[in-house]
């Protein structure tokens, strides 16, 4: 797990050390610098493990595109101020990269390039020094996943990916595996009993046993039943390359209803699906980024959605989410007053411009949420629109 990251000279980001926890929510109004923040992780990811042995920054590839160098340099940094990243894992090993601005690039070049090493005294007393591996960090393995604001559209045909759904537990950037993962693992369980729905249904077995479905297709329908009450996702395999996606609705005295195509529902249930299946999906040691969850969800829909969240992060998991959702941030809140265990694992930071005669950059607060779920503190325009648009009708 990240435990820290240091970053200097990244587009608005002038300077800011991020203390991160399980649960990392990044607010702001648009244009403020939260994105700068998930581009900096997904840099580092698409640049590889070389990067810590001296390899390059590099800006456009199958995580970002940023462009060059000129895009990604802080606007008003001196010419001798250095774009810097510095890493701080669980483990206590930590990655110190600095880069040197090259005009017209599209990678950042480290100036400075430190060997990783740990030293430690081996079991007969002496002093040793090896190189440190990352390979076990998320951020650089196959534990990580990353949804983009701009998911698919809702479609009744999807592809499907052998190496992303298999290998990787990846249903891609855009949620375009989702389906496929669905229909491959939908019968796996999911590996965390506390996000389990209290709506789950449990019999007995002929010893007496409790049987509980966690199946992740099972849970998956139970959670979208908070967005779209009594739905089942419904997948049929096409082809070797293509798998079908179907919306069915639980009638009271009649059954389900006629399947639906996704085109004929609306874009809030596949929008949410790709959301629900990241977070039940997810297992110990995963990175999770996800950008706007709350994307064409009814506000109830995403208050529930934020309890997902914070339960998930109540596990061995980290997760970094964009929001501009009051109702996700307050289903987060009252999941941390219901399990206060919750408070210590969860931060947002609140993003907004600073401008001065000279610069302007991104001003980063650290709020925390206590066990009753109130904020430490709360900057201008945060979390209060509601109440702005109803003073004015009064």
Not at 162 to 188: H, L, M, P, Q, R
Not at 209 to 230: A, F, H
Not at 332 to 348: G, N, P, T
Request: with cysteine.
């Amino acid at each position: 797990m990240i435990n820290k990251i240091d970053i200097y000279n990244f587009k608005s980001i002038k300077g800011k050390s991020f203390k991160l926890r399980n649960l990392n929510v990044l607010l702001g109004l648009n244009g403020q610098g939260k994105s700068s923040f998930i581009q900096t992780l997904l840099m580092l990811r698409q640049s590889g493990g070389s990067i810590i042995n001296g390899g390059d920054l590099v800006l456009n590839g199958n995580q970002i595109h940023i462009g060059t160098s000129k895009d990604a340099i802080y606007q008003f940094a001196g010419k001798n101020e250095n774009l810097s990243i510095n890493l701080a894992f669980s483990s206590d090993d930590e990655i110190k990269l600095i880069f040197d601005y090259m005009p017209g690039s599209d990678v950042f070049t480290q100036s400075i390039i430190n060997a990783i090493l740990r030293t430690y005294i081996d079991a007969d007393g002496s002093i040793k020094t090896d190189s440190i591996s990352f390979r076990n960090e998320s951020i650089f393995n196959k534990k990580f996943q990353y949804l983009n604001a701009n998911r698919v559209n809702p479609e009744s045909i999807h592809r499907k990916n052998y190496t992303s759904v298999i290998s990787d537990s990846n249903i891609g950037s855009t949620g375009e595996y989702t389906v496929d993962y669905i229909d491959t693992k939908g019968d796996e369980e999911i590996h965390f009993d506390n996000c389990i729905h209290p709506k789950t249904i449990t019999s007995t077995n002929k010893e007496g046993g409790k049987i509980i479905d966690k199946r992740l297709k099972n849970q998956v329908n139970l959670w979208m039943g908070e967005i779209s009450p009594s739905i089942n996702i419904r997948t049929t395999n096409v082809s070797s390359d293509l798998v079908k996606l179907e919306f069915e609705f639980e009638q009271p005295t009649y059954g389900k209803t006629m399947p639906f195509k996704p085109e004929n529902v609306g874009f809030g249930i596949s929008y949410a699906l790709h959301v629900v299946v990241a977070l039940l999906k997810a297992k110990k040691d995963d990175l999770i980024i996800i950008e706007n969850p709350e994307s064409h969800i009814h506000p109830r829909g995403q208050a529930e959605l934020g309890k997902l969240i914070a339960l998930v992060a109540q596990n061995q998991v980290q997760i970094i989410i964009e929001t501009h959702s009051d109702h996700l941030v307050n289903g987060i809140r009252v999941a941390v007053k219901e399990q206060s265990v919750l408070s210590d694992r969860i931060v947002l930071f609140y993003f907004e411009k600073k401008i001065t005669v000279s610069e302007q950059y991104s001003e980063i607060t650290d709020i925390f949420i206590d066990k009753n779920g109130e904020l430490s503190n709360y900057p201008d325009n945060l979390l209060d629109e509601w109440s702005n648009q109803l003073l004015k009708l009064l």
